[in-house]
DNA sequence: AAAAAATTGTCAAATTTTTATCAATAAATT
DNA sequence: AATTTATTGATAAAAATTTGACAATTTTTT
């Protein structure tokens, strides 16, 4: 079915069914490729030859159906299953995604969260509580969580990455600042690096600012 | 100065960054680009190119010396700076943004935090008084920050965001799902669209399994 | 001090990604 | 029912990015 679909038109994916789901909220029903591309602010070109990586949903002289195309990515990225999924440490950050994430929305199932710290330990978060990492080998062996997200520290992360590979964890979601590209450069990993991000954004009002002086 | 310097090389300094602060705290104080690229995953070629964008660091025949390129790196991405910041919404994520982001190593100073709910109005987070979003027009004017934080749902955004431009908010660092680019295109934005990641996750993992059946 | 090894910065080639073009066809209009 | 308009999917062209190659130069070794 799929060519050969490059990580480019993987990552603008998840944009493209945010769009998709915001028109089908809004009743919009149809769309053609310039209209997406206008309001996305890329060219129709690209997005015609993007969803043609999977198919020709499109029709000419309509467009696109709205409900039908966000169907169709849904089934692409996958994001209709129910992958068990546990959360690695439950401080600031590991909460927060756990209560802010929809993670039922998106192809997972979170099923336990785990902490070092023991004071933690019991809190109930999202509904789930915290439980021990000592529970760890145990809790998978009985539920097979599929992946894992991290949000420990970075010095936490190799020894927790080898445990979890053991325990049959196939992918993780990376909060961490540790890089898998050293150690783990097969491990499906995707990389949420913050501070990455914020540096990023630094440079850009730094060159706004140079440019607008 | 610097060339012509494109979006895939900026995006890729923040990664250098990290990789050459670890060096420094292991006392390794020269590396070449061959030696990077192995430990990154990047080929060499491409890491003398990007670095040579901003200037010929290197040495032949030695490499790089660690902490001069990270100094200089530290100097393109602008993190030596402290440009004044606020965070909109502190619920879940807010909060956790708050505390778990190094915001002062990273050329930003975080001077507020604001929250509609006025329940929540009053908390202290990370040392700061969570303040009512009703003092936000007074706060900006006595103290000027450049740039917000929006950690608000998707649908109080715009608003926000027409009210923050006026007070002289210059960019924004995006967790809402609101996407910028069809009424603010030429605002600075650096997007964490933890959602995007979510499902670009979920296609890795599925594409991973359909590979290793 | 000379020779060998290491490594950069630059240029050119190769590859990938994006954009433009256009025939084919469906929908809308007359 | 015929004509016009809209729009796709595909192909080709253009642009951008990545990789390879190598002279130049420094460091290290002998």
Redesign the pocket.
């Known amino acids: 079915m799929a060519k050969n679909v490059?990580?480019?038109?993987i990552k603008r994916l998840p944009r493209y069914y945010r769009f998709l789901i915001d028109f089908e909220k809004n009743g919009i029903s149809r769309?053609?490729?310039?209209?997406l591309a206008e309001k996305m602010g890329?060219?129709?070109?690209?997005i015609?030859?993007d969803?043609?990586c999977f198919?020709?949903?499109?029709?000419?002289?309509?467009?696109?159906n709205v409900p039908e195309l966000s169907r169709e990515i849904a089934e692409i990225l996958g994001i209709n299953r129910r992958v068990g999924a546990i959360i690695l440490g439950a401080g600031n950050l590991g909460r927060a995604i756990s209560t802010h994430m929809s993670f039922e929305k998106l192809g997972f199932n979170l099923i336990g969260i785990f902490e070092k710290k023991e004071a933690i330990v019991g809190q109930m978060v999202n509904g789930l509580p915290v439980r021990s990492i000592s529970g760890l080998d145990e809790f998978c062996r009985s539920y097979k969580p599929q992946v894992a997200v991290l949000c420990i520290p970075q010095d936490e992360a190799e020894k927790a990455i080898t445990q979890l590979l053991k325990l049959g964890i196939k992918g993780f979601w990376n909060f961490s600042h540790y890089d898998f590209n050293e150690k783990f450069p097969d491990v499906p990993v995707e990389n949420v690096h913050l501070s990455d991000s914020l540096m990023t954004f630094c440079y850009k009002i730094k060159e706004y600012g140079e440019n607008n002086k």
Chains 1, 2 share one sequence.
């Open positions: 490059s990580q480019s038109v769309i053609s490729s310039g209209g890329l060219t129709a070109s690209q015609r030859q969803l043609n198919g020709g949903f499109g029709q000419q002289g309509y467009g696109y």
